[in-house]
């Protein structure tokens, strides 16, 4: 079979292309770099399509903190380090984990890369864009999801996704199609005329992921995201970070259910007391702990 080649000659944007999602839905990906067939005899074509579209050939991070720092006061006036020197890379196709007990500063590390927070110290770039320099850029970069992020409750599933749409800048027919996407893709479009305010956490949470993706982002920061969500909803979740993943996107997740690391994670992080322990993959983790599983590996960081 052919395998595509990306030559010097051919680097003007190419056309969306139609990705496979399963049984269910076919998705419009963005225009990528346009891609030319090469014979498998060709030594130049041995790299995978993934590699070629996801950039692990060229290993550009997507993201890249650099000592991000941050600094709140206690009842008492005193410093609290709720993140303190924080610095990793991550990648086009990746899954990156970030882990770490309640309070270790998983959170304040993603409201930062994702501008809600201002860095005391440090800095980070993302998709490009320098969280001082060009946050708006940033904000129009990602996906940004957590546990907790709220929806407006007398608006509508449907009126949800276009309104967030139209901040990104989508409008018309446009629009419409991609609302029609993510409804199908999670399997929305029984409730999806119902107020928010009605619905249940997993509904919620569908439309909040839904609210996340409407723009098609090429970084996603996801934090706990299938918290509180029965299997059926979690794995909808779970199927569409392994799709993001898949179509290159970088994705940031925390979470505390070790089956999900051990299952998603490209490479992982471990923070504690708002310090970085470990950053690995799960063999390089496996090696330098002893350790088979994830919940066993992620202790022996954590209490050393």
Same mark, same amino acid.
């Given at each position: 079979m052919a395998v595509p080649r990306l030559t010097s000659m051919t680097r003007r944007p190419a056309a969306p292309r139609e990705v496979a999602l399963g049984a269910r839905l076919r998705?419009?990906?963005?225009?990528?770099?346009e891609l #030319?067939?090469? +014979?498998?005899g060709n030594p130049r074509a041995l790299a995978s399509t993934r590699e070629i579209l996801t950039g692990e050939i060229l290993r550009v991070p997507a993201v890249r903190a650099e000592g991000l720092t941050k600094v709140f006061q206690d009842a008492r006036g005193a410093p609290l380090h709720a993140a303190d020197n924080i610095s990793f #890379?991550?990648?086009?196709?990746?899954?990156?984990?970030?882990?770490g007990p309640n309070g270790a500063g998983k959170s304040t590390t993603l409201r930062m890369l994702s501008t809600v927070l201002r860095p005391t110290a440090g800095s980070a770039v993302v998709a490009g864009h320098g969280l001082e320099e060009d946050p708006l850029g940033v904000r129009r970069s990602i996906g940004y999801l957590s546990s907790s992020t709220g929806l407006y409750g007398r608006l509508t599933a449907r009126e949800t996704l276009d309104y967030? &749409? /139209?901040?990104? &800048?989508? +409008?018309?027919?446009?629009?419409?199609?991609?609302?029609? #996407?993510?409804?199908?893709?999670?399997?929305?479009?029984?409730?999806?005329?119902?107020r928010c305010e009605k619905l249940s956490?997993?509904?919620?949470?569908?439309? /909040?992921i839904a609210r996340a993706l409407i723009h098609d982002p090429p970084v996603l920061i996801l934090d706990e995201p299938t918290l509180g969500l029965d299997i059926l909803v979690a794995s909808v979740m779970i199927r569409c970070i392994e799709d993001c993943r898949a179509?290159?996107?970088?994705?940031?997740? /925390?979470?505390?259910?070790? +089956?999900?690391?051990e299952k998603l994670c490209d490479r992982v992080a471990i923070i504690h007391r708002g310090k970085l322990r470990a950053v690995g993959t799960l063999a390089e983790l496996r090696e330098r702990t002893g350790k088979q599983y994830m919940d066993d590996i992620f202790l022996a960081f954590v209490e050393a």
């Open positions: 998705y419009l990906a963005p225009p990528m770099m #030319e067939p090469a +014979s498998e #890379e991550c990648y086009p196709g990746e899954v990156f984990g970030l882990l967030f &749409g /139209s901040l990104h &800048g989508l +409008s018309g027919v446009g629009l419409r199609a991609r609302i029609a #996407e993510l409804l199908l893709l999670f399997a929305m479009e029984e409730f999806a005329d119902v956490t997993g509904t919620r949470q569908k439309v /909040s179509r290159g996107k970088c994705i940031i997740l /925390s979470t505390h259910i070790m +089956s999900e690391v």
